[in-house]
Protein backbone atom coordinates (compact mmCIF):
# COMPACT_ATOMS: atom_id res chain seq x y z
CA UNK A 1 0.00 0.00 0.00
CA UNK A 2 1.35 3.51 -0.67
CA UNK A 3 1.50 6.47 1.16
CA UNK A 4 -1.56 8.49 1.88
CA UNK A 5 -1.74 11.70 0.47
CA UNK A 6 -1.54 14.72 2.79
CA UNK A 7 -4.51 17.38 2.47
CA UNK A 8 -3.43 20.83 0.76
CA UNK A 9 -5.47 23.58 0.35
CA UNK A 10 -3.93 26.64 -0.86
CA UNK A 11 -5.40 30.72 -0.72
CA UNK A 12 -2.91 31.86 -3.42
CA UNK A 13 -1.44 35.62 -4.10
CA UNK A 14 -3.64 37.83 -5.32
CA UNK A 15 -6.65 36.17 -3.92
CA UNK A 16 -9.35 37.40 -1.27
CA UNK A 17 -11.46 35.19 1.13
CA UNK A 18 -13.99 36.98 2.97
CA UNK A 19 -15.30 34.26 5.50
CA UNK A 20 -14.14 31.56 7.37
CA UNK A 21 -12.10 28.60 6.58
CA UNK A 22 -12.41 25.03 8.18
CA UNK A 23 -10.09 22.10 6.80
CA UNK A 24 -8.33 19.29 7.20
CA UNK A 25 -4.27 18.47 6.65
CA UNK A 26 -2.22 21.92 5.72
CA UNK A 27 -3.66 24.95 4.54
CA UNK A 28 -1.29 27.74 2.63
CA UNK A 29 -2.53 31.21 2.81
CA UNK A 30 -0.18 33.69 0.54
CA UNK A 31 -3.38 35.95 -0.62
CA UNK A 32 -6.22 37.92 2.15
CA UNK A 33 -8.19 36.18 4.28
CA UNK A 34 -10.59 38.10 6.47
CA UNK A 35 -12.19 35.47 8.52
CA UNK A 36 -11.39 32.61 10.60
CA UNK A 37 -8.92 30.03 10.18
CA UNK A 38 -9.32 27.03 11.35
CA UNK A 39 -6.75 24.03 10.29
CA UNK A 40 -4.77 21.09 11.64
CA UNK A 41 -1.63 23.48 10.47
CA UNK A 42 -1.77 26.72 9.02
CA UNK A 43 0.83 28.10 7.10
CA UNK A 44 0.79 31.72 6.42
CA UNK A 45 3.40 33.51 4.28
CA UNK A 46 2.74 36.73 5.68
CA UNK A 47 0.01 37.62 8.44
CA UNK A 48 -1.00 41.60 9.35
CA UNK A 49 -3.80 42.03 11.82
CA UNK A 50 -5.06 43.96 14.35
CA UNK A 51 -5.49 41.14 16.90
CA UNK A 52 -3.63 37.76 16.42
CA UNK A 53 -5.07 34.30 17.77
CA UNK A 54 -3.34 30.97 17.62
CA UNK A 55 -4.92 28.02 18.82
CA UNK A 56 -3.39 25.74 16.15
CA UNK A 57 -0.59 25.45 14.34
CA UNK A 58 1.25 28.24 12.66
CA UNK A 59 4.06 28.69 10.48
CA UNK A 60 4.78 32.29 9.28
CA UNK A 61 4.99 35.93 9.70
CA UNK A 62 3.13 37.93 12.01
CA UNK A 63 2.55 41.57 12.27
CA UNK A 64 -0.14 42.23 15.02
CA UNK A 65 -1.05 45.86 15.25
CA UNK A 66 -2.63 45.06 18.56
CA UNK A 67 -1.60 41.97 20.43
CA UNK A 68 -0.63 38.72 19.63
CA UNK A 69 -1.92 35.20 21.61
CA UNK A 70 -1.10 32.05 21.88
CA UNK A 71 -3.36 29.81 23.47
CA UNK A 72 -2.47 26.92 25.83
CA UNK A 73 -3.37 24.70 22.36
CA UNK A 74 -0.76 26.81 20.26
CA UNK A 75 2.27 26.38 18.34
CA UNK A 76 3.71 29.42 16.65
CA UNK A 77 6.83 29.59 14.82
CA UNK A 78 8.26 31.75 12.42
CA UNK A 79 8.67 35.77 12.76
CA UNK A 80 6.64 37.94 15.23
CA UNK A 81 6.37 41.90 14.83
CA UNK A 82 3.74 42.90 18.10
CA UNK A 83 2.29 45.27 20.54
CA UNK A 84 1.28 43.14 23.12
CA UNK A 85 2.63 38.94 23.35
CA UNK A 86 0.46 36.36 25.79
CA UNK A 87 1.27 32.83 25.84
CA UNK A 88 -0.90 30.77 27.78
CA UNK A 89 0.89 28.04 30.27
CA UNK A 90 1.23 25.29 27.65
CA UNK A 91 1.34 27.03 24.85
CA UNK A 92 4.83 26.70 22.66
CA UNK A 93 6.62 29.79 21.25
CA UNK A 94 9.25 29.13 18.64
CA UNK A 95 9.34 32.25 16.77
CA UNK A 96 12.00 35.77 16.22
CA UNK A 97 10.04 38.25 18.48
CA UNK A 98 9.48 41.91 17.98
CA UNK A 99 7.19 43.47 20.53
CA UNK A 100 6.64 47.29 19.80
CA UNK A 101 6.11 49.47 22.80
CA UNK A 102 6.10 53.07 22.27
CA UNK A 103 6.85 55.07 26.05
CA UNK A 104 7.18 58.39 26.55
CA UNK A 105 10.36 59.99 26.01
CA UNK A 106 12.51 59.24 29.10
CA UNK A 107 9.51 57.43 30.86
CA UNK A 108 7.96 54.09 31.82
CA UNK A 109 4.89 53.36 30.25
CA UNK A 110 3.12 55.59 33.02
CA UNK A 111 5.13 58.48 31.93
CA UNK A 112 7.12 58.88 35.47
CA UNK A 113 11.22 59.19 34.61
CA UNK A 114 12.82 56.27 36.68
CA UNK A 115 16.73 56.63 37.11
CA UNK A 116 18.45 54.34 38.90
CA UNK A 117 21.92 54.52 40.41
CA UNK A 118 24.46 52.06 40.34
CA UNK A 119 27.30 54.17 41.97
CA UNK A 120 26.75 52.97 45.76
Same mark, same amino acid.
Request: proline share 1%; aromatic share 2%; charged share 20%.
Given at each position: ???? $?? @????? #?????? #? *??? %? &??GKLIVKGV ?7 ? %? ?11 ? +? *? ?6 ? @? $? ?6 LSTGVCSG? !? !? &? ?7 ? *? ?5 ? +? &?????? $??? #? $? ?11
Amino acid at each position: MGKR $AE @NISIV #DQGLIV #D *GNI %T &CTGKLIVKGVVKGTLDGE %TVIIAEASAKSVT +I *GGSFEGVI @N $AEKELIVLSTGVCSGR !V !V &CHDLVVEAG *GVLNAEV +I &CMRQLP $ADG #D $ADGTVKKVDFSS
